[in-house]
């Protein structure tokens, strides 16, 4: 078996919980088997040299990974290896190169690295036991008598004479992380900084799970003497399932920004509301151009969370042939669960496209029809002037009539004898281009109901 101990903090400063798992959650993508020990990081890479090509490519990817989610400095991340869990530990705690602590034999450790010796380290230095090989030498019977037999079975497992016993690790199902500031945090950006460490953590927890972030909660404790008890929530949701954590942070940027405290906070809180498996994508083999830039995915986010979801739209198509309600606009990445609205089936098993009869050989409604560019969210009423169109002065009519009458479509009710009745969105219409001095091309109709009060309407506009 082949052992490596870890280490991205100071021996003799407080170990941050959520640091450790971060760390273990890196050593999780190299290995299953990995360990948690009171000031270090086991990992058990026997199985994994292979697939790596051995250990020094290992220990440089693993090295690679860890600065670059920013956790730690370069100097801080510390690696040994051992034969055993407890040879990884003692070479670790000699704070050498892992090279060097590699070429120091298994004897040759200090007692002192040996946690099970700790409490009869006295005595064993006046005994001349200063490293391992001093206390192997000794008397089993004498040292069991004197120091217990639990200090010669903690030797045997250091060498590999006795099996160990580990704990793998298995990552909760939801994460959930906190930092806490005695003296408090009074700005939003103060809060955003700290939220940049749970995110890196955040992103190890889904590299390890393979598992990508849909919906996570922010949450902040106020100071309960200058404010109210009840903590603060910011929950933000996602389009898609994301590790990149560099583009939730502009996100919560975008929230932040306009957050004012109103007192002092002193614990956040980070934790997963959903998360989805995610596919990695496969990498070519070939040079391929690199993309530049974020996806549209992630700057229609980022738009939706600075001007309002609702500001940031899409447009899409119905199943209707009246003009203005041939499309809906809805959110740009919202999710609409609502089926597009559609004509009543009885009409559909009659005709697939609105009656068209043009008068005089006009122009089909179809393809290659001269539609405008611009489409006016309602029609416009237009005066006359006889019985001539006027926009900004009289119409001349240059192509038309094309006439769309949805008649075809008719919705029965029960009412009066069961006779069928026109849906409310039936027209009646003949479309004509006129010419405007002032306006240029237009798209015109003329209704044809006998109920219109008014008979002409300016629809579109061409560009």
């Not at 890479?45 to 490519?57: D, H, I, N, W």
């Not at 200063?130 to 089993?140: K, S």
């Not at 009074?186 to 598992?211: M, T, V």
């Not at 606009?329 to 559909?348: F, I, M, N």
């Amino acid at each position: 078996m082949l052992w490596i101990a870890l280490r991205a903090w100071s021996e003799a400063g407080p170990v941050d919980a959520g640091s450790v798992q971060a760390l273990a959650c890196h050593a999780l993508r190299c290995t299953p088997r990995v360990s948690l020990a009171p000031a270090a990081v086991l990992m058990e890479v026997s199985t994994s040299l292979r697939l790596f090509g051995g250990l020094a490519p290992l220990l440089a990817q693993l090295r690679q990974q860890v600065l670059a989610a920013g956790m730690v400095e370069a100097v801080a991340l510390q690696a040994a290896p051992g034969q055993t869990a407890l040879q990884a530990l003692a070479r670790l705690q000699l704070g050498l190169p892992w090279r060097e602590s590699a070429r120091v034999a298994v004897g040759q450790l200090p007692l002192a690295c040996l946690s099970a010796a700790g409490p009869h380290l006295p005595v064993l230095e006046r005994l001349g036991c200063r490293q391992w090989q001093d206390l192997r030498a000794l008397p089993r019977d004498g040292v069991a008598r004197r120091f217990g037999q639990g200090l010669l079975d903690a030797l045997d497992m250091a060498y590999g004479d006795r099996p160990e016993n580990h704990t793998w690790l298995q990552l909760p199902e939801v994460f959930e992380d906190r930092l806490q500031w005695p003296s408090g945090v009074e700005h939003a950006q103060a809060l955003l900084f700290a939220a940049r460490r749970l995110l890196q953590r955040l992103q190890a927890w889904l590299l390890a799970r393979s598992q990508g972030v849909l919906a996570l909660q922010l949450q902040w404790q106020i100071d309960a003497r200058r404010g109210s008890t009840a903590p603060a929530v910011l929950l933000l949701r996602l389009s898609e399932p994301t590790q990149d954590m560099a583009h939730v942070l502009r996100l919560l940027a975008e929230r932040l920004a306009g957050l004012r405290l109103s007192a002092p906070v002193q614990a956040l809180v980070l934790r997963t509301v959903e998360t989805v498996p995610v596919r990695l994508e496969s990498q070519s083999l070939l040079p391929d151009e690199q993309r530049r830039g974020e996806s549209l995915v992630h700057l229609l986010e980022r738009l939706g969370e600075r001007l309002g979801s609702a500001q940031v739209q899409r447009w899409q198509p119905c199943d209707r042939h009246v003009p203005e309600c041939m499309q809906q606009w809805l959110p740009a990445l919202a999710v609409s669960s609502a089926p597009t609205p559609s004509l009543p089936q009885r009409g559909r098993e009659k005709k697939a496209r609105p009656d068209f009869a043009p008068p005089g050989g006009g122009l089909g409604w179809g393809e290659g029809d001269l539609l405008p560019t611009w489409l006016l969210p309602q029609p416009q009423p237009l005066r006359l002037q006889g019985d001539r169109p006027c926009h900004l002065g009289p119409l001349t009519l240059l192509v038309g009539p094309q006439r769309l009458e949805s008649s075809a479509w008719m919705a029965l009710t029960s009412g009066q004898a069961g006779q069928p009745q026109p849906a409310q969105d039936s027209v009646m219409r003949d479309y004509f281009i006129a010419r405007s001095a002032q306006a240029g091309l237009l798209w015109i109709y003329r209704e044809r109901r006998a109920d219109a009060t008014l008979s002409w309407f300016l629809h579109g506009i061409f560009a």
